[in-house]
């Protein structure tokens, strides 16, 4: 028994070893085939001949003609009068050229489709230099040379053209004037002329003629044309799914942030922004359509968010958003859409240039609470807060009057912020690449360097290398392989101070240190100050007195992939992919002992009265390595009016995380060695993930009007109990190019202002196995390492019974229905898009509830696929592009709505109909605030003595006059949780509205550009320092300057003076005004801030001529400059989550920039 | 056309591929172990009986600073715990405990010891043991904190019939619950080591601990259950009758002598240092040879399993980290420690005239007292890890005027001095100031004198003491007084006080319900037993009625059992600044009402046993619910 299956095993392990391999290996050798098959193949074509007496070079035109053979040779070797009788009926163009040839003592040699005439002696030589495909080896075969010059239709000399002999590999590309001269066989020449952008033009050059001048027509569409959609391209009036894109235009213009997420502010309709922390390598909150994180993918492999926000913004071509059925095709994650990453890629047959993209800015915070900078307010206040709590103070105005005066030690101010805040802080980015390509390969190749510092002091410091390095190169006509080489190092590095973050005491200390607080003792930065709270005392957050963090991810991603095209069947076309990504993370992390002096003006003397003795050494290191395996055929080929296409694919993927984190408490705070002796902590953690699908899609088109697209994808997931393991998903889409219907065209006539509308739609089942589960929950058994008990004085590493197993639950159902529109109106001057959008979610994890097992069972039923909710909006997008005189503008804006909600649950039960009210979320919208209703401010102690409800649960003897009123919903005179209603949205989430505007006007060289982008329907909750006054005993916020007082603060009968803020308390947040979220402290937030603005300048061809350069611009270019929004009179950044309005928030960016093209 | 053939190529080795598609998705787990693994290997067990131990209940805990000082024993110097001091006692729902996954998990391990074939008769007979144990002490937490509760002794299952009412069980009667404890704890006494050196896996002597604490509590309910008629259920899951008393009392006196007589191990009182305070201090961190103790949560340096306790309340200047001092004993509890002389006296402050006493030595007024107070609470004018505890609230000057600061270490000037000096604490008190001494006050129990034990990366590995032999000698005193035997009661507890410096022994007429309800609180103080002393005696009701105290009220009726106790109180410290006075440089005190206790707690009758949750009624029809709620 056991040995059979000893063989079975080992066949497997075999079978999985080798059959990526093998595939791989099948595909270069039929590469290796195709060399001399190909050859092969076009001598066996089948000819017919009827020639008598006939001109050979005649007779080789006809076979042409007969064939997609070209033939080579020199006019030497075949003079015209040689001529020659052959009458042959479907034979083998070999057998032909045989006969043909060998009585002329010539010999020919076939390569692909061309087919070299030669001198039968030195036959070896030559074929081997035609192999090598040297230009000079053509030259010698041929006599003639085509010169000439490509000019764009405005007359503009057009370089870097790529012109092609058809039917050969002979080519050239046009100089900086345009100039090209081509070397070519005797006789008619077809060129073929390319260059993107430009519609592709063949001419027909007689024998007679050297000399041509071409025209190229600007292609419209060029840019936007192709799109890249899953596991493959298509042209954008086929698609039928919404999909949306931004190409590297719209990003390079954006230098607000180190990381690709934070460039993506309003320019995709239904991509939803937030971007609540903005320190140097922060990442922005990005959605599509609220549906939940998205699945990235890169060059053809899913990756993560952190691969996806960290690869250099030069080297991207273009982001592509799936955001409908059309996501399915990427399977297991796309459930909430799928972000497709291009990166630049070289194109054959261009001129190598050589560009260079820098810029260089300063930063500062957008915006963040201000203090009130004053010991002698400060000191006031907590007077009168305290006389306002207890009615006593043990503060006098003599005291006052010396914080007033400010002179004598410990009465003076020190202003924290502007200590701690250091202006203009600089980013800067220098990209260089080189591109290019011959005939058969290309290459893009680029390096960049971002570094951004933050404007806490300039210790705290991100920094990013990446290299980018995209080859492509076409070994035969049949065949194609890539690699894709993506790395990167990434730095972030800071003091080590105390906290999880870093970046926090920096902030928090403008809200904790006191104004009278000074950061060294006497003044004198030998000695830093004991301010009993010296963790925010700024003076010690660097790194000579802190210590260090430093955090190094160092990323390699490497795709090789090979495209063969099967011969003997047109539109068939295999493709392998082999991915490699390996990312290594080492943090070391070191927090100083230190120590800190209180200064002694008796004897003039600095003693030690704080500090700390506690050193805290941590390295982490972590390795995450995934292999992707893709095989992929694709078929695609038009019959007519027909076209067909079928793309198969079989995909895995696997992955392995291991971490491993150390902790020591070292002797010194000199060696950054960790020793066993000294260590106290070591976690170790090694995660597999493996996923596998495969997937089939095809589509139809008939006459470009009609457009159907059918896909299905199963996937399997390690995660799922095995039996569960496998999902299937597919989906469907159509699309109507109304517009290209006949009756239509008659209907609205040829001058309509309509030039092209599609109408689409599409429905497609999605899956995810993110349900919540961990991928061994169906398993039974034991958890172990749960935590050390201490027995016998040992520690033991403990273990806990699983509990019950869960292996009913498999993936859940993510059905996207989608319904769009593409048109472009008055002469494709006005193009748009309009999306209506419904996602149900069904199988979504909960318990049934009509079964009530007692809590004494001591486990819960275990959860099952059936909850459900939906996420529904629409969202549109218009553009329209102008020109007046020499002015092109353009004017663009998109926006969205979207919303979720929770449908249902498995039969529900509520205690009472509060409960159900409060708790229920049957039909509900999801990331509802619930709060008080705050109906007013008490104007008068009498009303307060008067007020029947009993509103701080004390019979209001804590409230004055500015206390918050709360409605009282339930009218029982008293305010409690009962008397809570919705009064907002989410406050950590996705903004349920999003838009962006696009302004671009150029003129001549010159151009300007202005993006702007929004948000409404989110929320954000001021609390904790943005709340109520001298929260852990800190500094006063500016806010509350604006407050209820008395007019003489000591004495309680003297009148009361209104304000906005409720009348100062001291750091008690346990007040009525302050415990309760109510609509007083909720705001439901709307902005627009202004994103990009550019003014550019590009030098004018004639400059450029003369510098020998292809391009040079210089930019000015602010981001985040301005904001219009309501959160302004708070002090805090518009796109906020923290509730204490200390997160780092974003920042305004001045730059300066050049981009040369050589 | 044999080109044609690629495709079918290329699509067999597509599906070969597949072929080993569960092979590929099969990723082995790397913390899991199987039933086999663990029922198979002492070591693995152990771990699995580790995690069980792990998870024993406590009210109070190192591990959870505020839960081993409420009740107004202490102020929580801690500006987030403020709210403790301004509310009006407690809701239904605290202390509230339902924890059946426990309980199934340590029946599982029961179920399952029970039925290995791999593991010795001998570890499995102490690993069934030490699991019935870990589960009787859990019932007897559900006990005390909710009053009868199911009793499941076997693991349940769901059938998935759709009727899960053969899974409903009513709660057990409250006695019926400490019979199963008491029981339990006999059942297995034998089957556990009789060794003192033992103290983190269960031995004889905790076994009889146990059952001596749950015999004594169950006799005092029922004893004393008769004063609170309005907390008790008809069908007996709250209240026990007052006929079972003289029964439980004599078990729990049994059970103790049972440890006293040195059957369960060699147990004494810990006596090792000559400081007696300083002893007192000593047995809650002297893990050698201390023979008092005889179960606790240990902790170990450098295993994982530390905790913060002495980084949150160790005094709070000269700390490792930015921050200590939050449990701040209160002058209420201060004054409830005696005199040498075994009378009760307050904290002279002022002399009868009511004219301030003055001290030439911070630390002179609390002289003559007690020595457990040194030894619970960190005083003025004494030190920790070799560092004066420098707590005072400021100068008074010969006018009578207060000079202080609002900052640890506060300079200000003197009046006719030049230059500014240090005005106040660096451990305060300062009113509203966390983390200094508020109450004028640091606590002393648990804190670990080992440098270190401070800073958050290491850590105090201080155990926690769950039964100690003077609980014991107390428990045995209880009963011997609830049960006639007033000359026995009195030789246990003097062996207790002895130890405080009490020398003069109690006669057996001393011994009232209000010496042993003294005695517990000052001993046991901090270490969770004061809740459950008052609930059980019906008097916290009395205790906490939600009455403010004022300075007056302060010094009434110590040493009364029912003295109110419903707002912590302060005792500050003043130097004399007056330099011609004799009295310059002497010290002076002030009780004081802290202006953050604004709320006086009420211990409402329906906080006697908590509430249970609606959840737990509705999936089990057959809970009813706690009286008073």
């Not at chain 1, 609220?290 to 993560?304: K, T």
């Not at chain 1, 929320?1019 to 943005?1026: L, V």
């Not at chain 2, 008052?534 to 009220?553: F, Q, S, Y």
């Not at chain 2, 009364?560 to 410290?573: D, G, I, Y």
Request: with cysteine; net charge neutral; proline share 4%.
């Amino acid at each position: 028994m056991k040995k059979v299956r000893r063989i079975d095993d080992l066949l497997f392990t075999l079978m999985r070893i080798t059959v990526i391999q093998c595939f791989l290996a099948c595909l270069f050798v039929g590469m290796s085939l195709a060399h001399d098959g190909r050859g092969q193949s076009a001598l066996s074509q089948k000819v017919s001949l009827n020639a008598e007496n006939q001109d050979i070079k005649k007779i080789l035109r006809q076979l042409e003609k007969q064939t997609n053979v070209t033939f080579v040779f020199s006019s030497k070797l075949i003079q015209s009068e040689r001529k020659a009788t052959i009458k042959v009926q479907s034979s083998q163009l070999s057998t032909v050229l045989d006969q043909l040839l060998k009585p002329l003592q010539l010999d020919y040699k076939a390569t692909d489709n061309l087919i070299v005439i030669k001198p039968d002696r030195s036959a070896e030589k030559v074929s081997e230099v035609i192999e090598n495909k040297t230009d000079e080896t053509i030259n010698e075969l041929v006599d003639r040379t085509i010169s000439g010059t490509v000019k764009e239709e405005n007359g503009n000399a057009l370089p870097g053209v790529s012109i092609v002999l058809k039917g050969s590999q002979v080519g050239a590309s046009s100089d900086t004037d345009g100039k090209f001269s081509l070397t070519v066989p005797n006789g008619e020449a077809t060129l073929v002329l390319s260059f993107v952008g430009f519609l592709s033009t063949e001419i027909i050059v007689p024998n007679s003629q050297s000399q041509v001048d071409v025209t190229l027509k600007v292609d419209d569409k060029a840019l936007e044309e192709v799109v890249v959609v899953g596991y493959g391209t298509q042209r954008k009036e086929s698609l039928t799914g919404a999909i949306a894109t931004v190409t590297s235009k719209d990003l390079e213009r954006v230098h607000g942030g180190s990381t690709v997420s934070s460039g993506l502010a309003g320019k995709i309709p239904g991509v939803t922004f937030r971007m609540p922390d903005g320190r140097p390598g922060a990442s922005a909150n990005v959605q599509i359509r609220n549906m939940g994180n998205p699945l990235f993918v890169i060059d053809g492999i899913q990756q993560d968010a952190g691969q996806f926000n960290n690869i250099s913004p030069n080297d991207i071509e273009s982001i592509t958003v799936l955001k409908d059925a059309s996501a399915a095709i990427y399977g297991v994650r796309a459930a909430n859409g799928v972000v497709v990453v291009t990166t630049k890629r070289g194109k054959t047959g261009t001129k190598n240039t050589v560009n260079l993209d820098a810029y260089y800015g300063v930063q500062n915070w957008s915006r963040f609470p201000n203090v009130v900078n004053d010991s002698y307010q400060w000191m006031a206040g907590k007077a009168e807060a305290e006389m306002n709590q207890f009615g006593k103070t043990s503060i006098t105005q003599a005291e006052l009057d010396k914080y007033k005066a400010g002179t004598e030690p410990g009465y003076q101010t020190f202003n924290w912020k502007d200590f701690i805040v250091k202006r203009n802080s600089p980013l800067s980015s220098v990209n260089l690449n080189m591109t290019g390509g011959s005939d058969k390969i290309s290459y893009y190749i680029s390096a960049t360097r971002l570094s951004q510092n933050s404007v806490l002091g300039r210790e705290f410091t991100f920094e990013r290398s990446n290299i980018q390095s995209n080859v492509d190169a076409n070994i035969t006509d049949n065949l194609k392989i890539g690699v894709q080489i993506n790395g990167r190092i990434e730095i972030r590095d800071q003091p080590g101070i105390p906290g999880g973050d870093d970046y926090w005491l920096p902030r928090f200390a403008i809200l904790r240190n006191r104004p009278f607080e000074r950061p060294y003792a006497n003044d004198n930065p030998l000695y830093l100050n004991d301010i009993k709270h010296n963790e925010t005392n700024w003076a010690y957050n660097n790194k000579k007195l802190g210590g260090y963090q430093t955090d190094i991810w160092r990323v390699l991603q490497s795709n090789m992939n090979a495209e063969y095209k099967i011969p003997g069947v047109k539109g068939l076309v295999a493709r392998g992919m082999y991915s490699y990504y390996i990312a290594d993370q080492v943090m070391n992390g070191h927090e100083y002992t230190y120590q800190a002096y209180t200064y002694n003006p008796s004897d003039d003397t600095y003693k030690v009265t704080g500090g700390s003795t506690n050193p805290w050494r941590e390295r982490r290191t972590r390795k995450i390595i995934r292999n992707v395996y893709q095989g992929q055929l694709n078929y695609n080929n038009t019959f007519g009016k027909n076209t067909f296409g079928a793309t198969f694919v079989a995909e895995r993927q696997e992955e392995r995380d291991q971490e491993q984190w150390a902790h020591s408490v070292p002797s010194n705070n000199v060696l950054p060695l960790m020793y066993f002796a000294t260590m106290d902590t070591y976690d170790d953690k090694d995660n597999q993930l493996a996923r596998i699908g495969y997937i089939g899609r095809v589509n139809y088109n008939y006459a470009n009007r009609y457009y159907v697209e059918l896909s299905a994808r199963r996937d399997a997931s390690w995660k799922f109990a095995p039996d569960r393991r496998v999902g299937y998903f597919p989906s469907a889409s159509a699309g109507w190019r109304v517009t290209e219907e006949q009756f239509i065209k008659n209907l609205i006539g040829d001058h309509s202002i309509l030039d092209d509308l599609k109408i689409r739609g599409s429905y497609g089942i999605l899956g995810d196995d993110d349900i919540g589960i961990g991928p061994y929950d169906y398993l039974p058994g034991y958890n172990y390492n749960q935590g050390n008990a201490i027995l016998s004085g040992n520690a033991v590493v403990t273990s806990r019974d699983k509990g019950q197993i869960i292996n009913n639950i498999s993936w859940f159902k993510s059905k996207i229905t989608d319904v769009g529109a593409d048109f472009s109106l008055l002469g494709t001057k006005l193009t748009g898009t309009v999306d209506y959008f419904y996602r149900l979610r069904t199988g979504l994890r909960g318990r049934k509830y009509d079964i009530l097992v007692p809590s004494e069972l001591g486990y819960s039923l275990p959860d099952e696929n059936v909850n459900s909710d939906s996420q529904q909006g629409w969202e549109g997008a218009l553009t329209y592009n102008g020109k007046a005189g020499s002015i092109n503008y353009s004017v663009g804006g998109n926006v969205s709505f979207t919303r979720s909600k929770f449908i249902s649950s498995y039969k529900p039960i509520f205690n009472n109909s509060w409960d159900q009210y409060r708790n229920s979320s049957e039909g509900r919208f999801s990331s509802i605030f619930w709060g008080f209703e705050c109906i007013g401010q008490f104007q008068s102690q009498q009303q307060i003595n008067e007020y029947a409800v009993n509103i701080d649960g004390q019979g209001n003897r804590t409230l004055l006059p500015g206390d918050l009123i709360y409605k009282d919903v339930n009218g029982d005179a008293k305010i409690d949780d009962l008397d809570q209603r919705p009064i907002g949205y989410t406050t950590s989430g996705q903004p349920n509205v999003n838009f962006g505007l696009n302004f671009a006007v150029s003129w001549k060289g010159i151009s300007f550009n202005a993006d702007f982008s929004g948000g409404a329907m989110y929320s954000w909750n001021q609390s904790w320092e943005q709340r109520w006054a001298y929260q852990n005993d800190g500094a006063l916020n500016s806010i509350f300057l604006d407050r209820w007082h008395r007019a003489d603060p000591f004495d309680l009968n003297s009148e009361w003076i209104p304000g906005k803020y409720p009348a100062l308390r001291y750091n008690d947040g346990g007040h009525s005004n302050y415990n309760k979220n109510s609509t007083f402290w909720l705001h439901n937030v709307k902005y627009i801030r202004a994103r990009t603005i550019e003014l550019g300048y590009s030098l004018p061809k004639s400059v450029l001529e003369k510098l020998k350069m292809q391009r040079a611009r210089v930019y000015i270019n602010g981001y985040n400059l301005f904001s219009i929004d309501n959160l302004k009179k708070f002090g805090v950044d518009p796109e906020i989550a923290e509730e204490n309005g200390l997160q780092y928030p974003q920042n305004k960016f001045v730059n300066v920039g050049i981009s040369l093209s050589i | 056309m044999k080109k044609i053939f690629y495709i079918p190529a290329i699509l067999l080795l597509l599906l070969s591929w597949s072929c080993n598609d569960d092979e590929f998705l099969d990723r082995p787990p790397t913390s899991i172990l199987s039933e086999e693994q663990i029922w198979s290997d002492d070591s693995q067990v152990l771990s699995l009986l580790g995690n069980l131990y792990n998870r024993y209940y406590d009210l109070g805990t190192v591990k959870d600073w505020p839960s081993l000082g409420g009740f107004n024993e202490a102020f929580f110097s801690n500006a987030g715990s403020y709210g403790d001091f301004q509310n009006s006692g407690w809701n239904l729902d605290s202390w509230r405990t339902w924890d059946y996954t426990y309980i199934r998990e340590i029946n599982l391990f029961i179920q399952k010891c029970t039925a290995a074939d791999k593991l010795s008769t001998a570890s499995k007979d102490r690993f069934l043991a030490e699991a019935r144990f870990l589960r009787a002490s859990y019932y007897f937490e559900l006990v005390k904190r909710m009053g009868g509760v199911p009793l499941v002794l076997e693991p349940l299952t769901y059938d998935f019939s759709g009727n899960p009412s053969y899974l409903q069980q009513p709660r057990a009667k409250e006695s019926e619950i400490y019979d199963f404890i008491i029981s339990e704890a006999e059942a297995i006494k034998d089957k556990l080591p009789a060794n003192s050196t033992e103290k983190s896996r269960v031995t004889m002597a905790a076994a009889l601990a146990m059952e001596a604490r749950a015999a004594l509590y169950a006799g005092s309910i029922a004893k004393y259950g008769v004063n609170t008629p309005q907390v008790s259920l008809a069908g007996g899951e709250v209240g026990i009758p007052a006929t079972m008393a003289m029964g439980y009392y004599t078990k729990a006196l049994t059970a103790a002598k049972e440890i006293i007589s040195g059957k369960a191990g060699a147990y004494a009182l810990y006596t090792k240092k000559p400081d007696l305070s300083e002893n007192f201090a000593s047995i809650f961190y002297d893990k050698a040879n201390n023979s008092e103790v005889i179960f606790v949560d240990d902790f170990k340096l450098k295993s994982g399993k530390v905790h913060g306790f002495t980084i949150s309340n160790q005094p709070r200047y000269g700390a490792e980290e930015e921050e200590g001092g939050r449990i701040n004993p209160s002058l209420n509890f201060v004054e409830a420690f005696e005199k040498l002389d075994n009378t009760f006296a307050p904290i002279p402050t002022t002399d009868a005239a009511g004219k301030p006493l003055y001290y030439t030595n911070q630390v002179d007024i609390f002289a003559g007292r007690d020595a457990r107070l040194a030894g619970t609470v960190m005083l003025p004018g004494t030190s920790f890890k070799g560092r004066a505890v420098d707590i005072w609230a400021g100068y008074q000057l010969a006018n009578g005027t207060i000079l202080s600061g609002d900052d640890r270490g506060a300079q200000k000037t003197l009046p006719g001095k030049t230059v500014p000096e240090q005005v106040v604490g660096f451990d305060g008190p300062i009113d509203g100031f966390e983390f200094t001494a508020q109450s004028g006050f640091y606590l002393r129990k648990y804190l670990d004198p080992v440098v270190g034990s401070g800073q958050r990366g290491v850590q105090s590995e201080v155990w926690f003491v769950r039964y100690r032999y003077a609980e014991v000698l107390l428990n045995a005193a209880e009963a011997a007084f609830e049960l006639g035997q007033g000359a026995d009661a009195a030789g246990y507890m003097n062996q207790v006080r002895t130890r405080a410096g009490l020398v003069t022994p109690l006669k057996a007429s001393d011994i009232t319900f209000d010496r042993i309800a003294h005695e517990r609180r000052v001993e046991l103080a901090f270490e969770g037993h004061y809740l459950y002393d008052m609930k059980r005696w019906r008097i916290a009701h009395l205790i906490m009625d939600g009455n403010t105290i004022n300075a007056a009220d302060l010094s009434k009726d110590l040493g009364k059992a029912t003295k109110r106790n419903t707002q912590p109180w302060a005792l500050w410290s003043y130097k004399i600044y007056d330099p011609t006075s004799a009295n310059n440089g002497k010290w002076i005190y002030r009780p004081v009402k802290l202006s953050r206790v604004t709320g006086a707690d009420r211990f409402q009758f329906g906080n006697y046993y908590t509430s249970i949750a609606d959840d737990v009624i509705n999936n089990n029809p057959k809970i009813v619910r706690n009286p008073n709620q």
